[in-house]
Antibody, heavy 121, light 106 residues
């Protein structure tokens, strides 16, 4: 059974940093791109970042470019999202999501339960 | 950037109704369109990918179609479990979600 499980969320002050992790199981992790998607309270879904299966290619939404860094450790079946210079508007539930095919032209076929990130003083 | 315009934002329907949700892309996305269902407090669930391909395990009452830059999700006979919010997503150039359509009980 495919599973992805996020951790690392919490309360952080504006300007602070947080690192999210996502551990995957039930599939060959290094064959699939992985992504982060967030959802602010009462709002819709917003794509944040995607990393290719090898980790060589990374993609970011304009809203987080230069502040967030996506990475992965295929030996640990884990992807990460390093979030720096956090702002109040980054407050959201952050979901880890698996790509549905090889390559990066992907929909997201498995999602974690989400981890809450709250940016507030 | 590719924009996705989804309509309606809210839809009131009854069990057994045929329901249609539309999503329009601001430019060609070559059919790289997915539909998701999300229930309150839960993660989204993939229903349809590549505009009309049904994800494994998803009931056949869900279907997707495309006509140029306009895409449609149809639920042929609405069931109690289908009351939820639905999102379209393009994945031709980066990834963009529509604003969502809440399907509520009439």
């Amino acid at each position: 059974e495919v599973q992805v499980l996020e951790s690392g969320g919490g309360l952080v002050q504006p300007g602070g940093s947080l690192r999210l992790s996502c551990v995957a199981s039930g599939f060959t992790f290094d064959n699939y791109a992985m992504s982060w998607v967030r959802q602010a309270p009462g709002k819709g879904l917003e794509w944040v970042s995607t990393i290719s299966a090898s980790g060589i290619s990374t993609f970011y939404a304009d809203s987080v470019k230069g502040r967030f860094t996506i990475s992965r450790d295929n030996s640990k079946n884990t992807q990460y999202l390093q979030m720096n210079s956090l702002r109040a508007e980054d407050t959201a539930v952050y979901y880890c999501a698996k790509g549905n095919t090889l390559g990066v032209v992907i929909a997201f076929d498995h999602w974690g339960q989400g981890t809450q990130v709250t940016v507030s003083s | 950037d590719i924009q996705m315009t989804q309509s309606p934002s809210t839809l009131s329907a009854s069990v057994g109704d045929r329901v249609t949700i539309t999503c329009r892309a601001s430019q060609s996305i070559s059919g790289w369109l997915a539909w998701y269902q999300q229930k309150p407090g839960k993660a989204p669930k993939l229903l349809i990918y590549k505009a009309s391909s049904l994800e494994s395990g998803v009931p056949s009452r869900f279907s997707g179609s495309e006509s140029g830059t306009e895409f449609t999700l149809t639920i042929s006979s609405l069931q109690p479990d289908d009351f939820a919010t639905y999102y379209c997503q393009q994945y031709d150039s980066f990834w963009t979600f529509g604003q969502g359509t809440k399907v509520e009980i009439k």
